[in-house]
């Protein structure tokens, strides 16, 4: 409902200036543009997660948020941080007790730890500057994108500026491939397989571009404003800041790849089978549930069969076409569905969760993990 009278106000009222700025505004967004830094930037993303802005309600509902101070309270290190072994306490009390359930999650922690720190510091992740502590604001970023809701993070605010290039499972999976995989000891450039991998990976954009993209899709969602009349910086007036703090370039992504012996994806995909197998079961049986573990399934026993696995081999069995209109699922919303036990506590264990925008018990949907807000009724006339 917000949405709409927001869309009321700007389109058929009109934005008068006066109303969405002042002198003290004005001052304070151009010195923001001249020293925005990577520190302030994630933080004003944070900001962006938990309050919103003009047009968009907020990632977070309250009552998450204060769920999640509460989950780091309880869980944090004697530096009030949050290391590996906070993450495995508070994924051990989710889990459900029968089964291997525990002795998998303790398989994977190092990949789903690795997950949860890229995440943290996105998009200002390279291997130079990585951490082995998080603090409570890059645990409600990172939690933000593990639990399902990437699509509905970045949002335009400008018709002109309506190309964030969401909409693709591409991008999300290119940074889970990311933060499990490292640089290849050796480049095979004359192998005519990996020349044609290469050009199937780069999606018509190098690393240095997708990197200064990320930064771009941050910063025009959560640049200052001060009313819902604010005229917000369009993208190409973001650009400057963009230059100024992009990191190093990343490896290109046909540089990478995930060792198969060290377990890194096939362990989160044991963990995912067992978990959406769970789900199904709570559910008295979901179609939807069982064919995703079963493209898992079939997914781990073909990457296994290779000594490493590059980002096209990730593609070849995970579908990236446009999410919005296909609502195809994969790994990334088997691994939502394990971290959506941050925003709804004990629900890998019930089997129900609280509707985003309602606030009403409901039962699991796996789709509603992208889908905020819809009921069950709504969801299931939607995804059948």
């Known amino acids: 409902m917000s949405f709409i009278v927001k869309f009321f106000k700007r389109h058929l009222v009109g934005t008068p200036k006066y109303e969405g700025h002042t002198p003290e505004f004005d001052a304070r967004r151009e010195k923001w ?3 925005c830094t990577r520190d302030i930037l994630l933080s004003d993303f944070t900001t962006w ?21 509460e989950i780091f309270a309880a869980h944090a290190n004697s530096d009030n941080c949050w290391d590996q072994s906070s993450l495995k306490s508070y994924l051990l009390t989710q889990i459900p007790d029968e089964g291997d359930h525990e002795a998998l999650l303790i398989k994977s922690m190092s ?17 130079s500057e990585t951490t082995e502590s998080l603090t409570l604001p890059a645990l409600t970023r990172a939690v ?20 964030f290039n969401r909409e693709s499972d591409q991008v999300i999976l290119e940074y889970i491939f990311r933060a499990l995989a490292t640089t290849r000891p050796v480049r095979h450039e004359s192998t005519p397989a990996l020349l044609e991998e ?4 780069e999606f018509g954009y190098d690393a240095k571009s997708a990197s200064e993209r990320d930064i771009l899709d941050v910063l025009s969602v959560a640049q200052p404003w001060l009313s819902d009349w604010t005229t917000t910086l369009t993208r190409d007036e973001l650009v400057p800041i963009v230059h100024r703090l992009s990191p190093p370039t990343p490896p290109e992504l ?19 089978i067992l978990i959406l197998q769970q789900a199904s079961k709570l559910r008295g049986g979901s179609k939807v549930i069982e064919n995703l573990r079963r493209e898992l399934e079939t997914a781990h026993s073909e990457l296994q069969k290779a ?6 081999a990730i593609t070849k069995h995970f579908d990236v ?26 629900c890998l264990r019930t089997g129900k969760v609280v509707n985003w925008s309602s606030g009403e018990e409901e039962i699991l949907n796996i789709h509603a993990l992208r889908s905020l807000g819809l009921t069950t009724v709504e969801r299931s006339s939607v995804y059948h």
């Not at 919103?52 to 948020?65: N, V």
């Not at 933000?144 to 190309?163: P, Q």
């Not at 000594?307 to 096209?312: L, N, R």
């Open 33 to 35: 543009f001249e020293t």
């Open 111 to 127: 990949s789903l730890w690795a997950l949860t720190i890229y995440f943290a510091q996105w998009p200002f992740n390279t291997a």
């Open 321 to 346: 076409d446009n999410w919005s209109v296909h609502r195809n699922l994969t790994i990334y919303d088997a691994i939502a569905l394990l971290f959506n036990s941050f925003t709804n506590p004990n």
């Open 49 to 69: 997660l938990k309050h919103g802005g003009p047009y968009f309600s907020s990632i977070y509902t309250p009552k998450e948020i204060e769920g999640l101070q």
């Open 254 to 272: 046909s540089d990478l790849s995930i060792s198969v012996a060290g377990g890194r994806l096939t362990s989160v995909l044991e963990l995912s």
């Open 144 to 163: 933000a994108f593990l639990c399902g809701r990437h699509y509905k993070m970045f949002r335009s605010w400008h018709d002109e500026d309506k190309v």
């Open 307 to 312: 000594e490493e696995i590059s980002f096209a």
């Open 198 to 201: 290469t050009s199937k990976l």
